[in-house]
């Protein structure tokens, strides 16, 4: 630590070659990979500790959109007992801190800090810190520089989506966690009450599965017309089979699944208007798949303990809420599932004049490899998708070592093809960073959808810079096998699910109080 003699507030500058800005899922395998490197770092957190939205957003009957396989990010630390368990966030946070513990990474970490803005400098950035418990400045320098403070900002709010309910009795809950409060969905006892969830996404049917936990009388669910899918939960590693199936294109694929969908799940279960389009087959730009995955949502609808409304909201009175088609909802409590704001444009990057919109190989934030980002709705699936984003960095970051850094920003970058009018309003979904909704192909006869063929090939623009011909050749079978292999560790994933839970409409077991409703008691 050296103290900067010249600056009269004595303000303290530290230095690193890696400055990790954020503590989250993909901030932390990132550590661990530079640590691993001989990579010095420090990781930079608003939080107490690490955890990202699992931490900030997250309540505890929250729990992972997808198996435990999928999420696990290091081979010796399971989330669960089986690859096909479904992980609670409090589960996830455990790991996190153990990951981060066994590797030292408290060490190397400052939490309860902000990060203001950051500047460059002729060798690398400067990070101006901000302590948040005594407003204490501090200067961090470092070479390069990795974003992963998440997505996503706050929840929006009722007033947010013009929606007044002052005049309502009852209380009016966020659907993920608010300034450290679980939703009301998973600490009260509902027995006897009807519950409202303005909308249909992952935190939506958390807090419908909450509710049911707690005894309620009914819930119904109310959400505009539907541009995202829920798929079902127990069948993830049959339907990521079928996407990653070699020679059959992929509008083939998903008109597969749109029937297999609408025959299996939401037509037993009554909802087929909650598909996109109603039901109907819709074009690529007017349905997206999002990530909730969720069993009780078909299960529940089936057994008829919840009613899913296909609708806006005109009015909440005091004991109702008015739907723009005049129906009146009785409502003991209101749970407001609006979602997440999207952090387009981070604040602390203003000064360099960059952000999400100048997003390079789907791995760099503006047209330097000296800033990297691994975010999940950037490149999906945490955490192989981040780690590809991790690899493309350290490519860079070894160019830097061997003086190569400028050749390889001028033949191996590349931007990402982000539209640059209506930022906000990315794909149906509203929430990629990357143009095309998850339906949506360059051509015919692609094989997989434009997206992924977009990230296939940023990733290897990138890591083959430097490579002879034989190194390329190398590199590309490298990759042709393990989608491969993928395929095949798919496959037989999807032939576990059929043992693993055979019956998913069926309701296994009555359900218990959440681990939040339990704290209470």
């Known amino acids: 630590m050296v103290l900067k003699r010249e600056d009269p507030f004595q303000v303290f500058v530290d230095e690193v070659e890696v400055a990790i800005i954020g503590g989250g899922t993909c901030g932390v395998i990132y550590a661990a990979r530079c640590a691993k490197l001989g990579i010095s770092y420090t990781i930079i957190d608003r939080q107490i500790t690490v955890g990202g939205v699992w931490l900030n957003y997250a309540n505890n009957h929250s729990s992972l959109q997808c198996p435990e396989i999928m999420y696990r990010w ?157 798929l079902p939960f127990s069948r993830e590693m049959t339907l990521g089979a079928l996407a990653q199936a070699p020679l059959l294109p992929w509008r083939w694929k998903m008109d597969i699944t749109h029937w297999w969908l609408k025959r299996y799940f939401y037509g037993p279960a009554g909802i087929v208007h909650m598909m996109p389009g109603g039901g109907k087959k819709a074009a690529p730009r007017d349905n997206d798949y999002a990530g909730q995955s969720n069993d009780a949502i078909f299960q529940q609808a089936k057994a008829g303990r919840i009613t899913c409304k296909v609708d806006s909201v005109a009015a909440v009175e005091e004991e109702h809420i008015v739907l723009g088609r005049g129906e009146r909802l009785r409502a003991d409590v209101i749970v407001a599932a609006y979602g997440l704001k999207y952090q387009a444009e981070p604040e602390f990057l203003k000064e360099l ?52 850094l400028q050749a390889f920003q001028e033949q191996a970058m590349e931007h990402t093809p982000i539209p640059q009018t209506s930022y906000e309003a990315l794909g149906a979904g509203n929430h990629r960073s990357a143009w095309g909704t998850w339906f949506e192909v360059a051509k015919p006869w692609s094989v997989m959808n434009s997206t992924f063929e977009w990230r296939a090939r940023a990733y290897y623009r990138a890591m083959s810079f430097g490579r002879s011909p034989l190194g390329k050749l190398q590199l590309r079978m490298q990759i042709a096998m393990a989608d491969l292999f993928q395929f095949i560790c798919l496959i037989f994933l999807g032939v576990l699910e059929y043992f693993h839970d055979p019956n998913p409409l069926e309701i296994k077991k009555k359900a218990k109080k959440s681990e939040a409703m339990k704290k209470v008691a």
Request: hydrophobic share 35%; net charge positive.
């Open 353 to 404: 004049g960059i952000g999400f919109k100048d997003l390079h190989n789907f791995a760099f934030l503006g047209p330097s490899g000296r800033i990297g980002t691994a975010q999940d709705g950037i490149y999906a699936y945490v955490p192989a998708g981040p780690h590809k984003q991790f690899d493309m960095f350290l490519h860079s970051y070894a160019c830097y070592k061997k003086g190569m």
């Open 74 to 230: 290091d081979p010796k630390y399971p989330l669960g007992k089986g690859p096909l368990d479904r992980i609670t966030g409090s589960r996830i946070l455990e790991r996190l801190r153990d990951y981060a513990r066994d590797h030292q990474m408290f060490d190397h970490a400052r939490f309860r800090t902000e990060v203001e803005t950051v500047k460059e400098n002729e060798d690398g950035y400067t990070l101006v810190l901000k302590g948040l418990e005594f407003g204490t400045t501090r200067h961090l320098k470092c070479k390069y520089l990795m974003v992963t403070h998440g997505i996503l900002a706050h929840q929006y709010t009722p007033a947010e989506r013009g929606l007044d309910t002052s005049r309502f009795r009852g209380p009016v809950s966020l659907a993920g966690k608010d300034n450290g409060v679980d939703c009301v969905a998973g600490t009260q006892d509902l027995t006897g009450k009807e519950v409202v969830v303005l909308g249909s996404g992952a935190f939506a049917c958390e807090a419908m599965e909450a509710a049911i936990a707690n005894n309620v009388k009914h819930v119904t669910m109310v959400c505009r017309d539907r541009k995202r899918w829920v």
